[in-house]
């Protein structure tokens, strides 16, 4: 295989936006793109008219056998899991909660007063999560 210059890679490459056009074109897809109902009430493929609706890149798979032809879409369901994670719509991962933080978030928030913490920690701990609220002087703080 030869090797492509960095102009031809850069031609080639996606844009995000495509990335995520193509992806809603999937997710969207449907059979009635894809099929033409006969006066009879049958059913059958017609890629003519997908092609003029220019929906041919839905495409996955088309098998065409003596006497059928099969289509087979993109998984739809498959491109909205990875356009909700795109637009962060799941959670997967686990949140802890880091009680220095809700500390510090109360300190600022005047929810909390040095001499409670002192009471229910120490006064080491006091002063370094007042420090870490932005406080300098503690005594500006306590009072």
Do not use: C
Not at 9 to 34: Q, T, Y
Not at 88 to 106: C, G, H, I, Y
């Amino acid at each position: 295989m030869r090797k492509l210059t960095e102009r031809q890679i850069e031609r080639r490459r996606m844009s995000p936006g495509e990335v995520i056009a193509r992806l809603s074109d999937h997710a969207r897809g449907s059979m009635s793109d894809f099929l033409s109902i006969e006066d009879d009430g049958a059913a059958r493929i017609d890629l003519q008219k997908a092609e003029r609706s220019n929906r041919l890149h839905l495409l996955r798979r088309v098998r065409i056998g003596e006497k059928s032809v099969e289509v087979d879409l993109y998984d739809a369901q498959s491109a909205l899991i990875q356009l909700g994670r795109h637009y962060r719509l799941f959670v997967d991962r686990v949140q802890t909660e880091d009680w220095r933080a809700k500390a510090v978030e109360d300190i600022k928030a005047g929810r909390v007063t040095y001499e409670a913490l002192v009471s229910a920690f120490d006064e080491s701990l006091a002063a370094e999560l007042f420090e870490q609220a932005g406080y300098q002087e503690i005594g500006a703080a306590a009072g």
